[in-house]
C-alpha cells in the first residue's frame, strides 16, 4: 500500500509553506527506489502533480533533484552533499547515552542499548544503575538474537513468526529471565528508524532474585518511551552507520 508524505495545508507560524512543500518532496524517495514517477511523487506528498512539478522544477535548478528523459525524478547531489554531512557531524553515542542515563536513574538497574547484524547482537553503549547487575554484559561480547529479551524485540520487530513473536509485537515489549543466563532478567523495546528500519533494542537488565516479573513489567512504560525517544531521534541515522561503530569479527 503506498504511504503518503501528506503536508498541512496550513504552514506554522513564521515558517513558509512553499518551502515545507518543497522539502517534503525530498522524502518521497524510499528505500532502494531510484527514479520515481512524478504521480508517484504527487501522490505521495499529497500535492497536486502541477504543483509538484513545478517544486520538482525548483529543486532540480538547486541540484537536489535530477530529471530523467522519461519524467522520472531522483535525489541529486546537492541532497546527497546535506546527507553525507549529517552523517558526519552525527554522533549516535551523544543521543542515546542520555536516554540510557535517564532509564538508568528512573529504573536503579543497568541501561543498555543493542544493535545487530544478521543473527547475532552486541551491547553498543551500557549505563549501569545505582543496583544494576555489572558485567552481566560486556560491551562489544556477541550474543543470540533469540535468548534474552533485547535480541527477541529485534526478531519481532523484523517480522520473525511465531506466537512469542505476535505477543511481543502486540504489548511493544519483552521480559524474559533466566533465559540468555541464568541470573539475570531484562526487559527490552526494539528501536526503529525511518520506514520502521530496525536500528537494535533498548534493555533495562539486573539480577533475576531482584528483577521479578512483575517488577519487570512496571519498567514497560519507561523502556517503551525511551525506545521511541531513540526511534525518533535516530531516524535519520541509516542502520549501516550505527552498525558502522560495531562489527562482528
Known amino acids: 500500500m503506498e504511504r503518503s508524505n501528506r503536508t498541512p495545508e496550513t504552514s506554522a507560524p513564521g515558517t513558509v509553506q512553499a518551502v515545507t512543500r518543497a522539502l517534503s518532496l525530498l522524502t518521497c524517495f524510499w528505500g532502494d527506489e531510484v527514479y520515481v514517477p512524478l504521480h508517484v511523487l504527487a501522490k505521495r506528498s499529497g500535492m497536486p502533480k502541477p504543483t509538484t512539478l513545478r517544486l520538482a522544477r525548483t529543486l532540480a535548478a538547486s541540484r537536489f533533484l535530477v530529471q530523467r528523459e522519461d519524467g522520472a525524478w531522483r535525489l541529486g547531489p546537492a541532497a546527497a552533499l546535506i546527507g553525507s554531512r549529517y552523517q558526519a557531524q552525527f554522533d ?58 533485547a535480541g527477541k524485540v529485534i526478531l519481532a520487530a523484523l517480522g520473525r513468526p511465531g506466537v512469542v513473536y505476535e505477543n511481543i509485537r502486540e504489548r511493544g515489549f519483552c521480559v524474559t529471565r533466566g533465559e540468555r543466563s541464568p541470573d539475570a532478567a531484562s526487559i527490552s523495546a526494539a528501536v526503529t528508524g525511518a520506514r520502521g528500519t530496525v536500528l537494535g533494542s533498548v534493555s533495562i537488565s539486573g539480577p533475576a532474585l531482584r528483577l521479578t516479573t512483575a517488577r519487570l513489567q512496571k519498567f514497560s512504560p519507561h523502556v517503551v518511551r525511551a525506545a521511541a525517544k531513540l526511534s525518533y531521534s535516530l531516524s535519520g541515522m541509516p542502520a549501516a552507520s550505527i552498525r558502522s561503530t560495531w562489527h562482528p569479527a
Not at 97 to 110: D, F, K, M, R
Not at 121 to 127: A, E, F, I, Q, V
Open 92 to 149: 549516535a553515542h551523544a543521543v542515546i547515552e542520555p536516554v540510557l542515563q535517564e532509564l538508568a536513574t528512573a529504573s536503579g538497574e543497568s541501561a543498555s542499548f543493542f544493535i545487530y547484524e544478521e543473527d547475532i547482537r552486541s551491547c553498543l553503549m551500557r549505563c549501569e544503575g545505582p543496583q544494576g547487575l555489572r558485567r552481566h554484559v560486556r560491551l562489544g561480547e556477541l550474543l543470540p538474537l533469540d535468548r534474552g529479551s
